[in-house]
């Protein structure tokens, strides 16, 4: 009777000590209670809990469920009704030239041009003579009163090159030092669609570049060396992203920037997903489609995962460019422009020129992204995939910013995504916009909605450093349709406007999904990698004007707090 009891005893503690290393070893390391939880995942759209365990999303639910899961070393933080987020996907972002705004100059949202002379003239004093001084973000629609030149910058920047794109990104505004540096001349020959402007009395360029004319200044030796990013212009520019919530990014910059993601990524020092995509230039022969070895050994070289963190660095699409943008009338239309009459636009390629590239990259296996924003340059992106016939590959049309109303239903038809940027619509509504062309075609303008209910796919992005990094700028934009500075009173075209819940799905799994990481990130679900962000408040249902002060309080990456406002 004795040593059945001492059995009887030892079993227990046996039982004991076996229940608690056990709630140590499924216990989660993180829990988040009390939240208002917004998951975009259709099969649980909302919760108040999640716990987080080896940087995956252990469970997701209530918060007396989710407290079950909590051991004494488990952090567990209280939301205090705060709204969580998914980490975001921003589907097309330009890393290298913002990180330009953050480390040059940035020129957003300020109307006059005395006011950028003035900010360029004080940046430069901190200059060593002959640095360049990049950036830019300079809107000459909003004061309306014609492009600016070369000699203003002269004045205010005599001994440094300065090279400032514009909003569009499509346009550069360069001085006189920059000119020389480059070697630009009035009858230096450009690639199809590009411009060199020119000064009527002198016969001289005028400082402003047009779409592929970059190319001679990005082709300059001494603009090159100071536009190369460093790993601490990265770091700043990836820390930004986090500081807005962005987890995963969709970027469109150099071999040279991906080699330094590696880098990152391999020290673990990388806290961003990005999945990558090769910017052809304009030839049929430059870029690597034209190479099946090289092709495949950049497949090969930027692969990146990590069993921590999950997928990190990704070669995935080649992006094309047809025409340019509205606002220089470089973007292509299939009527003329309203204020031009006797003007159309110029693509950049021939159908059948296109239609190759994009036939070439998915005979590869290779999605493509094709920049189009006039209804022309729409067509031709449309045709060139229907030429294709591959509807399996994750093939995207980039920013779609007019279109014919017969050409929506082909999105669905041939499985091309909509890629497209709320502030670029916002952006426009009371400017340029009804000039360009008239009211009946604004119609067809941003159509973001229209898109849904024809079954296509749309995803959202904000096309950094074009427009604002911040995803909660963009989707309070999806969802109000207003004018950012007040150009236009009420909302835009309202029927065009997005249910917040729509636009967060644009903005998270739809960009994973195009990724092809879809299981592993894009919406707070159990099993996938813990990116999440939670607010400075809490966002109310259906979502208020709320969303336009709403900060982003902490950012998560794998469950790893990768940035805290406090």
């Known amino acids: 009777m004795i040593l059945t009891n001492g059995l009887t005893k030892f079993v227990r503690l046996i039982i004991v000590l076996t229940s608690i290393v056990s709630l140590e070893l499924f216990a989660a390391d993180l829990l988040v209670i009390n939240a208002d939880i917004r998951t975009s995942d259709p099969l649980m759209l909302s919760a108040d809990a999640i716990a987080v365990k080896d940087g995956k999303f252990l469970a997701v639910g209530a918060s007396s469920e989710i407290l079950t899961l909590k051991s004494k070393n488990t952090e567990i933080i209280d939301a205090q009704g705060k709204t969580v987020l998914p980490g975001f996907v921003d589907s097309h972002t330009h890393l290298n030239s913002g990180s330009n705004m953050v480390t040059g100059i940035n020129l957003a949202g300020i109307a006059e041009k005395s006011i950028w002379l003035d900010m360029i003239a004080e940046r430069v004093k901190s200059m060593k003579p002959g640095e360049w001084l990049l950036g830019g973000r300079w809107d000459y629609t909003l004061e309306n009163i014609g492009l600016p030149n070369r000699w203003e910058l002269d004045q205010v920047s005599p001994n440094n090159p300065v090279a400032l794109m514009d909003i569009d990104g499509h346009s550069i505004w360069i001085n006189s030092l920059a000119i020389q540096e480059a070697n630009i001349k009035a009858n230096s020959k450009v690639s199809i669609g590009g411009k060199i402007l020119i000064e009527e009395s002198s016969g001289e360029p005028n400082g402003i570049l047009l779409e592929s004319a970059r190319e001679l200044l990005w082709d ?9 990013i460093s790993i601490e212009k990265i770091e700043r520019v990836l820390s930004y992203a986090n500081s807005y919530g962005i987890t995963s990014i969709h970027d469109m910059s150099t071999l040279s920037d991906l080699d330094k993601y590696k880098d990152l990524a391999i020290n673990k020092k990388l806290f961003v997903r990005i999945f990558w995509g090769e910017f052809s230039k304009y030839s049929q022969d430059e870029d690597s489609t034209n190479n099946e070895e090289l092709l495949n050994q950049r497949i090969d070289t930027y692969k990146f995962y990590d069993t921590v963190r999950g997928p ?11 025409d340019g943008v509205l606002s220089t009338y470089t973007a292509a239309l299939v009527d003329p422009y309203s204020d031009r009459p006797d003007f159309t636009g110029d693509v950049f390629y021939k159908q059948a020129e296109i239609n190759k590239l994009v036939k070439r990259a998915n005979d590869f296996g290779m999605p493509v992204a094709i920049h189009a924003i006039g209804d022309r340059g729409v067509q031709m992106a449309l045709n060139a995939f229907e030429r294709s016939g ?10 779609v910013e007019i279109i014919k109303p017969d050409d929506i239903p082909r999105f669905r038809k041939l499985n091309v995504t909509a890629s497209m940027q709320p502030n670029h619509g916002t952006g426009v509504i009371g400017k340029y916009i009804t000039p360009r062309v008239g009211v009946e075609r604004e119609k067809y303008a941003y159509v973001w909605n229209e898109f849904l209910k024809e079954g296509a796919r749309l995803v959202l992005s904000s096309d950094f450093a074009t427009s604002p990094f911040s995803p909660l700028i963009q989707l309070a934009d999806a969802v109000f349709r207003e004018s950012p500075d007040g150009s236009y009173e009420g909302s835009w075209y309202p029927e065009q406007a997005l249910s917040f819940e729509q636009a967060l799905h644009a903005y998270t799994q739809i960009g994973a999904d195009l990724a092809g990481w879809g299981d592993q990130i894009g ?7 813990a990116d999440f962000v939670i607010l400075d408040r809490v966002l109310s249902k259906p979502v208020g004007r709320e969303l336009k002060s709403a900060k982003v309080d902490k950012t998560y990456f794998a469950g790893q707090l990768v940035f805290s406002k406090n």
Do not use: Q
């Open 220 to 228: 300059a030796p001494s603009y090159v060396r100071d536009n190369e």
């Open 312 to 322: 990190l660095i990704k070669f995935g699409f080649i992006k094309y460019m047809v």
């Open 390 to 399: 591959n509807t399996a590959l994750a093939n995207r049309i980039e920013h």
């Open 523 to 529: 919406s707070i679900s159990r099993g996938k990698y």
